[in-house]
């Protein structure tokens, strides 16, 4: 075939048959039928465009053949030459066939080419219609696959799964009654101190819950004075302050479907208390410099590490607020108080440890471990962290021990306030710690002066600097 569209002629007369081809083959390909079973044959080898059928024919009518074809090959653009005119048994049949035009004889060749050119046309634009929609499904259909495994991998990045803890850890409980209400569109409240997860707690709450393929969004309320803080969680128009240099879309907005999570909540001022308590309440929030309201729906989760029913005592923090924010609470402990999660936790941030620094580490040492668990962590979990890659940038062998340790871990856990050694210290371990902690007291004593200080400990000047340096000790002013 030549590219050309394909236009099939049905006519039991061989002459009208070559007179069509010759007014039609320069634009179109021609194939001829004598009969309509002639061509069924064609039209199941070759892929027609348009169809030219005569209406009257020996054993079936035009019309009749052509509700036939439309059953079982709806693409091709049916017409009708005819030398008869309109009849209603006609009209009937022509709507029940689809036929596109009804052409009368004598017709005119230019009429004939521009109908033909109309039905291809029709054609073309069916088909293109026909794919888009097959592609709109397809797409449809994968994006709803796209979202449903986004929505699983976030469900498994961010779920309750990827808090570690031990069995038995006080944490327990805490995750049984955050899976528990998930759910359900209610505020929360988490309580605990810096650094004990209560953000991953608040993404693994939203991502079981119904608002999961929405978004999450943070904001750290003691980072930002009132004014910007409105302006970063309610929007703002351009001009409604300094520095508004054009509209802006708050996090509240963004967030619709989904959740906010208003960390630090505890540090914001009574009159941005008023303003945040409204949209609470409404599910309403107005842009800064803004005339109308704008309707939300958002599940705000909010977090602290302050008392904050101490806080509502002292008139420091709303009372309304609070009870609006603390439609259900949670409470993380600290670190210090699941020293069982210590080594799960240690092995975790390890992997994150190796994967930034590219640096193959197999594991920590026993003594290191045990360092580790005896450590108070008041930094909780984000000290902890930060310890365990000072250990990864300093090692120089696959197992992390404990002279990797920073000096503060190491005092902590040999030499508790109690004066005992823990168990599994070293006699060099202890005498190290002892070493120190007359070096403190006798330059405490001396006001700092290293050479009466040396004198009274019986070593030289260089030679107590070197143990300062040594065990990093520096004035306390």
């Not at 348009?50 to 020996?58: A, G, S």
């Not at 819950?209 to 970063?232: H, I, M, T, Y």
């Not at 300094?242 to 907005?253: N, S």
Request: aromatic letters at 6%; proline letters at 4%; hydrophobic letters at 40%.
């Amino acid at each position: 075939m030549s590219g050309l569209p394909i236009v099939l002629v049905v006519d039991d007369e061989i002459r009208s048959q070559e007179v069509l081809r010759r007014v039609l083959s320069e634009e179109c390909e021609v194939l001829t039928a004598s009969s309509p079973a002639e061509a069924e044959g064609l039209l199941e080898q070759e892929m027609v465009h348009v169809i030219l059928c005569d209406q009257r024919m020996p054993d079936v009518s035009g019309v009749e053949f052509l509700k036939t074809v439309r059953e079982r090959w709806p693409d091709p653009v049916r017409m009708i030459i005819s030398g008869f005119t309109y009849s209603e048994d006609i009209i009937a049949g022509i709507n029940e066939a689809g036929i596109y035009q009804y052409i009368t004889k004598p017709w005119q060749p230019e009429h004939l080419l521009t109908t033909i050119r109309g039905a291809i046309q029709l054609y073309r634009l069916q088909r293109d219609n026909q794919n888009a929609s097959i592609e709109m499904k397809l797409t449809a259909t994968k994006l709803e696959q796209v979202v449903a495994s986004k929505r699983k991998a976030l469900k498994s990045h961010f779920g309750f799964e990827r808090i570690v803890h031990a069995e038995g850890s006080p944490i327990d409980d805490v995750i049984a009654l955050a899976r528990r209400i998930a759910g359900f569109d209610i505020t929360v409240l988490i309580t605990g101190a810096s650094g004990t997860g209560k953000e991953l707690l608040a993404r693994a709450i939203h991502y079981n819950s119904d608002r999961a393929d929405k978004p999450f969004v943070v904001e750290n309320c003691g980072a930002l004075p009132d004014q910007l803080l409105e302006s970063e969680l309610f929007g703002c128009k351009k001009g409604a302050f300094t520095g508004a240099y054009e509209d802006r879309i708050g996090l509240f907005e963004q967030a619709d479907g989904g959740t906010v999570f208003l960390d630090e909540i505890g540090e914001t001022s009574p009159a941005f208390q008023v303003k945040l308590l409204r949209v609470l309440q409404d599910g309403e929030i107005r842009p800064l410099g803004a005339r109308l309201t704008r309707r939300v729906d958002v599940r705000v989760i909010a977090a602290t590490n302050r008392q904050l029913e101490a806080d509502v005592e002292a008139s420091r923090f709303r009372r309304d607020l609070y009870y609006r924010l603390a439609g259900f609470r949670l409470h993380l402990p600290s670190l210090h108080e699941r020293p069982m999660d210590i080594p799960l936790l240690a092995q975790q941030l390890l992997g994150e440890a190796m994967r930034a620094f590219n640096k193959p580490i197999r594991g920590f040492g026993d003594d290191a471990l045990a360092r580790l668990r005896g450590y108070g962590w008041p930094g909780n979990v984000r000290e902890l962290q930060n310890e365990i890659r000072r250990m990864v940038a300093l090692a120089d062998s696959p197992i992390l021990t404990a002279n990797l340790l920073s000096a503060s871990v190491v005092r902590s856990t040999l030499w508790p306030e109690n004066g005992a050694a823990i168990e599994g210290a070293t006699l060099k371990e202890r005498v190290e710690t002892l070493e120190e902690q007359m070096i403190r007291e006798s330059l405490t004593r001396h006001r700092w002066n290293i050479s009466r200080a040396a004198e009274e400990l019986g070593l030289s000047r260089v030679g107590l600097r070197a143990k300062l340096q040594r065990y990093g000790l520096e004035r306390m002013n």
